[in-house]
Structures are given as C-alpha cells and as structure tokens.
C-alpha cells in the first residue's frame, strides 16, 4: 500500500507539470476568456474562494496562498485566500465565499463536522468544492469533487518506519491542537510505522514555553523515551528547546517545514521532517478547477492525489532551504 500511494504522491507533481502545459484548455488565458471585463483585473471573469483553516500568511499556509495565487496569476483568474483555525468561524468565511457565487472554493477540513453544512450549501449553489491538506477521508462524503493533500496516516507510517531504522525505542508524539483529526491520523501513523511504543502528547501551538516545559519533564520523567516527534515546525523547535534542557541524547523528527528546523537539520539536532508540498495544495485545485470549467476535467478519479510525504534530512536539505527561500516548499 505505502509503494502505491507513494506513485501517486510522484504523481502528483506529475500532475503539476501537465497543467501546465494544458491549463485554460490548452489556450494562453486572454485566449481562453470570454470577454475582456474580468473583475479584479484578471483576464478572466472567474472567481475561486480559498478558505483554510488557519492564518493565510502563517509560515505553513503562506506558501498554500502563494501557490493559489500563483496559480490564480498563471490561469488569469481572481483568488481570494481566508481562513480561521477555530471550525465554526471557518465555517462562516465558507457562507460569505458561497454568497459572493464564486466558480468554485477550495476548502481544507480539519474538523470535517463544523464544515459540512457550510460546504453543502455550497453544494446546493451549484458551486464545485475541492478539499485540501485534511478531510481526505471525507471529502468524497461531502461531495467534493477532489482532493489534494498528503495522507496523514500513509507520512505517519513512512516516519515510523524511519524512526525505527535509527534504532528508537520509545517516542513521544506531539498533538498541538485538540481534535483535528489529521494530527490524530499522524500519530497514529508513526505507532502503525514504528511497531514499538508511542506515546501521545498534548500541547498547546499558541504555548511554545508551555511545550518546552512539557517536554523537558516528560523526558526528565520517562528514562525510557528517546525519540520526540513534533507535527508542526513550531512544535518541534519548542520541543527541540526542551529536549536540550534535559541534556539528553533525544532523537527529534518534524513533520512540516520551516526555517529553523531546516537549519536543525544541518545541524544535526534534527533527523528530518515530512514535506507535504503544500505549495501544490494550494495550485493544483485552481488549475484543476480552471480545466473543470473549461473542459469537466476532474483529477483523482474518485481517490485523493497526493502532494507527500516527501522527506527532507541531510540528504537534500540545502536544497530545499533554496526552494523555502523562495516561498514554494
């Protein structure tokens, strides 16, 4: 299952390259447009509504709105990118997007139940709904017509297996916001991968001092633990502070990236992290649902399209900090 996943997960940037080439229907955007009074001066009168359920300019989704937008510059229609981490509040941005009639939203679902009746009216507007980054499981249920993102559980299990190659033992994983279902789907994820001992640990993201002082006395408290795996590059650099503080010998992973864990891991004090791509979350669903309007195409058939796991480590490190420096990893 991992190795077919993975050629999709190959396939996905694939898929980048194709839409490149065929976006618009194959037609330059000025080309493709049906008149020449698009709003927001885009050279075409389409309109996609990106809403996430976080900041849009966080160090996560600022490379997600980068990419819708890029998408948005390259097919010549308007993107507006919103979002709020709290579900009910997210789910009031979805019902002002619906009211403007926008040719399409992308939507990522981290807490699929606070969302649903905000996407079926969406759905009952006749407006199609792409989900991103977290919800693939439900995506298909709420009528979305595809998805985009990593599979949670499919990045757990590739650092499990990871992990259990550099001989951990015990690890402690970090759950940093309460409910979100893909964070659950990651660890457990790393326990399915690793086949030993994992221990789930809840922290607060908006805490980094809190995280440091949980994880310094949970290592402090369990001589057994080796191994400490944060899911979000704030996490980990906050974990990696406390794990310093005990004077161990702990092995740190990350999921996500960010600049100081890249920098850990040329370091060393970090073994790797999980590249999600997210860049390609937020530009394959504009160029998916261009080709949509243009010609019914659709991606996926039915299954997400995976943008990761990909994995950076000391391998391909200085590489990727190239790519992050631009703003596209």
């Not at 979805?94 to 079926?120: E, H, K, R, T, Y």
């Not at 440091?212 to 057994?224: F, H, I, K, N």
């Amino acid at each position: 299952m991992m190795r077919s996943l993975k050629k999709m997960a190959v396939g996905a940037a694939a898929l980048a390259l194709v839409l490149t080439a065929c976006g618009t229907g194959g037609k330059a955007p000025e080309e493709a447009a049906g008149n020449g009074d698009a709003a927001g001066g885009a050279a075409r009168d389409l309109n996609y509504a990106v809403i996430i359920h976080g900041v849009p300019d966080g160090s996560f989704w600022n490379v997600v709105k980068k990419g819708a937008e890029d998408g948005g510059t390259q097919y010549g229609v308007n993107v507006d990118v919103t979002g709020d981490p709290e579900g009910s509040r997210q789910a009031q941005l979805i019902d002002s997007a619906v009211a403007g009639d926008p040719d399409g939203i992308v939507v990522s679902m981290a807490n699929p139940d606070a969302l649903q009746g905000s996407i079926q009216a969406a759905r009952d507007a006749g407006i199609p709904v792409v989900t991103i980054n977290s919800g693939e499981d439900r995506s298909a249920e709420f009528g979305a017509i595809a998805h985009f993102g990593q599979s949670e559980g499919v990045a757990g299990e590739g650092v499990g297996e990871r992990l259990k190659e550099e001989g951990a033992k015990k690890v402690v994983c970090l759950i940093h916001e309460a409910g979100n279902v893909g964070l659950e789907q990651r660890c457990q994820g790393v326990a399915d991968g690793f086949g030993g001992e994992v221990q789930n640990l809840q922290v607060d993201l908006n805490n980094p001092q809190g995280i440091q002082a949980t994880v310094e006395s949970t290592l402090m408290g369990d001589e057994s633990i080796d191994t400490v795996v944060g899911l979000n590059p704030s996490v980990t650099t906050a974990a990696l502070a406390g794990v310093t503080e005990t004077g161990k010998d702990i092995k740190v992973a990350s999921f996500d990236i960010d600049t100081d864990v890249l920098a850990g891991i040329q370091d060393g004090s970090i073994l790797f992290t999980v590249d999600q791509q997210q860049y390609l979350q937020g530009y394959l669903p504009i160029a998916m649902l261009v080709l949509y309007h243009d010609n019914g195409n659709t991606l996926g058939g039915g299954h997400p399209v995976l943008t990761g796991p990909a994995f950076v480590d000391s391998e391909n490190v200085d590489q990727v900090a190239e790519f992050v420096e631009a703003g596209t990893r």
